[in-house]
């Protein structure tokens, strides 16, 4: 008679009652190195300043006061008699086991040399016990199976990231040497050096404006509907992909679906107004030019996602993967207004962009890469000459979780009165009407909307004017 072999439940295979992973011995050679020795207590508060770095409360209430010390008289004003004074003033006391506990912990240790290797004991085996609580507390959500599952998904992602980032301790820093760094940098800028730059948009003037996309930052590109925000996006995300060397790029398309934004794609490279040619074959230099464009857009790493209608949290677990998976170096989001959130029943709209824009912010910092995300702009910016930020529909949020917010203008009654390929294009303007970390301003471009392309304005040639009317 064979037997079925049964399978535990995660719970069951589970011994909470085991105690969490900890070292005494190296929590109590982490605070008497601090009372031995000044330069101890910064290397500790460096590495160890996290909530429940420590196993035994007495060691956290402890290392809290040295903490509240260290701030008020500095590192040379740590010894056992000020901690007692200080943890006895407080009422904390007894409760850490008295001054002959500390009097103890003082000599725990005969030197401090070794306070490096101390602390790290004590911080891996508290990352140890915030995995262990970040995992027990999932199983339990999913049984209790209270939450959305898109939620509960995106915070155990969320938590995995945050310890993770425990693990990433930096060094206290003079500024001095930051000084040296900060000069050496500007420098580069100044000379153009590629190392020190975003991004390339493939837009010059906005790089110099900008410098580039920059890790971290959210950059939001508005206009009014049939004004080219798309194409915009679509160009910047294409010279990305075909740089030299190619960046992978990530591009959300809530609106218009894969094969449509590929054929877009095509259309732009090619230089070629591909619908101009619908019931007859086109000359054999257009055919070429679009086999061409083809060509190198297979070649280049551009990962789309047409999901219509798509909220924040599938957003956010679809834009990590990308990143684990394909080493994205930036996401383009087409656009912001269409994202769904669930806000709650009395969330107005506004409060729903709010929460989306402050999502796209700190998913951007938690990727380290830069996100463009694309927005819709109320009417009013069509009653007066050029748009401004207070045109950003819905929500005053994304002005303020932004890094830089670019306004796409130009006007749109020009595109059915003039002739295509006149004067090489399309007037059209690109406003940097906020910008975290420089200047604001305009940028030139000219716009093709034969093959829905944008180009720098200065950098049209009299060769690709006659071409462009030629076709």
Do not use: W
């Not at 064979?2 to 535990?8: A, E, H, I, L, W």
């Not at 190296?26 to 909530?51: C, D, P, Q, Y």
């Not at 007066?384 to 529909?393: A, D, F």
């Amino acid at each position: 008679m064979q037997t079925q072999s049964v399978t535990k439940e995660p719970v069951a295979l589970l011994n909470l009652d085991r105690p969490k992973p900890h070292n005494e011995s190296a929590e109590k050679a982490v605070l008497g190195a601090m009372l031995l020795e000044g330069n101890a207590v910064a290397t500790a508060i460096s590495t160890l300043r996290f909530e429940n770095a420590f196993y035994r409360p007495a060691h956290q209430t402890i290392f809290n006061a040295m903490l509240e010390l260290s701030s008020e008289k500095g590192e040379a004003g740590m010894d056992v008699v000020l901690l007692t004074d200080h943890l006895s003033k407080s009422g904390r006391l007894e409760e850490v086991g008295g001054p002959s506990y500390l009097a103890m912990l003082s000599n725990a240790v005969p030197t401090a040399a070794n306070i490096e290797h101390y602390a790290e004991i004590v911080k891996q085996n508290a990352i140890l016990r915030r995995i262990i609580s970040s995992c027990s507390q999932a199983i339990i959500k999913c049984y209790d199976a209270e939450d959305d599952v898109k939620a509960l998904l995106d915070q155990i992602e969320s938590n995995i990231f945050e310890v993770t980032r425990m693990n990433e301790s930096k060094d206290l820093q003079l500024i001095q040497p930051l000084v040296v760094e900060a000069i050496e940098h500007l420098n580069k800028i100044f000379s153009g050096q590629s190392d020190v730059m975003g991004l390339k948009t493939g837009f010059h003037q906005l790089d110099q404006a900008i410098t580039g996309l920059r890790p971290g930052e959210l950059f939001v590109l508005a206009a009014r509907p049939s004004i080219g925000k798309t194409a915009l996006a679509l160009n910047m995300a294409a010279n990305i992909a075909l740089s030299n060397p190619p960046v992978p790029v990530g591009f959300f398309s809530l609106e218009m679906p894969a094969q449509q934004l590929v054929l877009r794609l095509i259309s732009s490279e090619a230089k070629t107004g591909i619908a101009r040619f619908i019931n007859r074959v086109p000359p054999r230099f257009v055919l070429n030019n679009i086999k061409e464009a083809a060509s190198r857009l297979r070649n280049s790493r551009m990962i789309i996602d047409d999901t219509g209608a798509i909220d924040i949290l599938e957003l956010r677990a679809k834009a990590r993967r990308m990143k684990r998976r394909e080493d994205v170096g930036v996401i383009f989001i087409d656009y912001l207004q269409l994202i769904q959130v669930d806000a709650g029943r009395n969330a107005n709209r506004e409060n729903a962009v709010a929460m989306i824009s402050g999502s796209l912010k700190a998913l951007a910092k938690e990727l380290n890469i830069p996100i463009v995300v694309l927005a819709q702009l109320n009417r009013q910016a069509e009653q007066g000459e050029r748009p401004k930020l207070s045109n950003l529909r819905e929500s005053g949020a994304i002005e303020q979780d932004a890094d830089v917010v670019a306004l796409l203008h130009r006007e749109r009654e020009k595109q059915y009165a003039q002739e295509i390929g006149e004067e090489g294009g399309l007037d059209a303007e690109l406003i940097i009407a906020k910008n975290r970390n420089g200047a604001t301003g305009r940028q030139e471009l000219l716009f093709f909307p034969q093959y829905t392309r944008f180009e720098n304005k200065a950098a049209i040639s009299e060769e690709e004017v006659e071409e462009v009317q030629r076709i």
